[in-house]
């Protein structure tokens, strides 16, 4: 399955709302889609797993939603720690698990 | 608490194999809840799953890798390993190790700090 994460830049201002697209070439099965938070020099962080489960001690302002191939994470309100890169991942049915290309949150 | 540890040389040769072990510090290598994965990253890029190993010794490759790829386990040193044959300088990468949660569906729930190898000569 190939995962398009759009847009590939987001450049926005602390406190705004940010918009995260990933959409699957072929429906993810249980839709068990995860969203990763990457900074540099770090591993990537879980955010969010089964399209819409925060992962343990994740702010509530992150959010996930979708179904089958269309999904979208939201930041409802932007802060400092959250300018980073962002992965969605699908890891449902047959391997291979795949990532997609990453959406850049950035200062504007 | 779980710590992942990737150990391994930081400079390998091109056609040569690349070898990297993750020590599992808190002993749940050997529960059967687990897969226990390699995960690659090349410098300014995305993510690239490699494969996974369960504690019997299972395996699930990525087929772009499987030709070159093998990974093993030793639950008695709590540890898995990747080798990755015939090396180029595309497979220049962070390499992390990481745990899939099967209660969660293969999910990676955590991972290792990642360690960087440079392919050449």
């Known amino acids: 399955i190939v995962l398009t994460q759009s847009p590939g830049t987001l450049s926005l201002s602390p406190g705004e709302r940010a918009t995260l697209s990933c959409r699957a070439s072929?429906?993810?099965?249980?839709?068990?889609l995860a969203w990763y938070q990457q900074k540099p020099g770090q591993a990537p962080r879980l955010l969010i797993y089964s399209a819409s489960t925060r992962a343990t001690g994740i702010p509530d302002r992150f959010s996930g939603s979708g179904s089958g191939t269309d999904f979208t994470l939201t930041i409802s309100r932007l802060e400092s720690e959250d300018f980073a890169v962002y992965y969605c991942?699908?890891?449902?049915?047959?391997?291979?698990?795949?990532f997609g290309g990453g959406t850049r949150v950035e200062i504007k | 608490q779980l710590q992942l540890q990737e150990s391994g040389p930081g400079l390998v040769r091109p056609s040569e194999t690349l070898s990297l072990t993750c020590t599992v510090s808190?002993?749940?290598?050997?529960?059967?809840?687990?897969?226990w994965g390699w995960i690659r990253q090349p410098p300014g890029k995305g993510l690239e799953w490699i494969g996974n190993i369960y504690y019997s010794g299972y395996t699930y490759y990525n087929p772009s890798l499987r030709s070159r790829v093998t990974i093993s386990i030793d639950t008695s040193k709590t540890q898995f390993s990747l080798k990755l044959s015939s090396v180029a300088a595309a497979d220049t990468a962070v390499y992390y190790c990481a745990r899939h949660d099967l209660a969660l569906g293969n999910l990676v729930d955590f991972w290792g700090q990642g360690t960087l190898v440079t392919v050449s000569s």
């Open positions: 991942h699908q890891y449902g049915g047959s391997p291979p698990l795949t």
């Open positions: 072929q429906s993810v099965t249980s839709n068990y």
């Open positions: 808190d002993g749940s290598i050997s529960s059967g809840s687990y897969y």
